[in-house]
């Protein structure tokens, strides 16, 4: 207990390959220097029965176990190939900044504005980054509205 006590010190305290762990938490800050960015190609939304394995070939973006089964998030293209059903054609805006994991209301004000405008959006926090699922339909104008709000900080 004592060796996996400190392995996980030490990757708390050192961040992964070195990086630092601590993030931007000043709300302000977070907004003004979001400098989001947008990925080419078009992300779907697949499930899986939680009991399957992620089919071969496969390389999703994002995978998700819930009670009801797993879910993947994969190009458009990987999901039509492979054969499987999917749902929210979505293109993936990245904000750029070093978001701390704990940082308060940054997603908030992001997903309120996005909603004003009528954007739905599923948003991911990993480790460095936040990430926007808008729909690929709307994906022009959510960008628009973040950079807006970027600007007015």
């Known amino acids: ?10 990757y708390v305290g050192q961040g992964f390959r070195g990086w630092p ?35 071969a070939g496969l390389n999703p973006l994002l995978t998700f176990r819930e009670q009801e089964g797993t879910t993947l998030v994969i190009p458009r293209e990987e999901a ?9 054609p979505s293109r993936l805006i990245t904000l750029t900044i070093h978001s701390a994991l704990d940082a308060v209301g940054f997603l908030a004000a ?3 504005r996005l909603a004003e405008a009528g954007i739905s959006v599923n948003a991911v926090s990993a480790f460095h980054h936040d990430h ?22």
Do not use: H
């Not at 207990?1 to 010190?9: E, K, L, T, V």
């Not at 039509?80 to 749902?87: I, K, S």
């Open 21 to 55: 762990v601590t993030g931007e938490r000043d709300l302000d800050a977070l907004l003004s220097n979001m400098k989001p960015e947008m990925l080419n190609g078009t992300f779907v939304f697949c499930a899986i029965p939680q009991n399957e394995s992620v089919p």
């Open 80 to 88: 039509e190939a492979a054969g499987l059903r999917y749902a929210f």
């Open 110 to 112: 992001i997903t309120a």
């Open 1 to 10: 207990m004592r060796r996996i006590r400190g392995d996980i010190q030490r």
């Open 132 to 153: 926007l699922f808008v729909p690929a339909d709307r994906a022009d104008e959510a960008m628009a509205v973040l950079q807006a709000m970027s600007a007015a900080k």
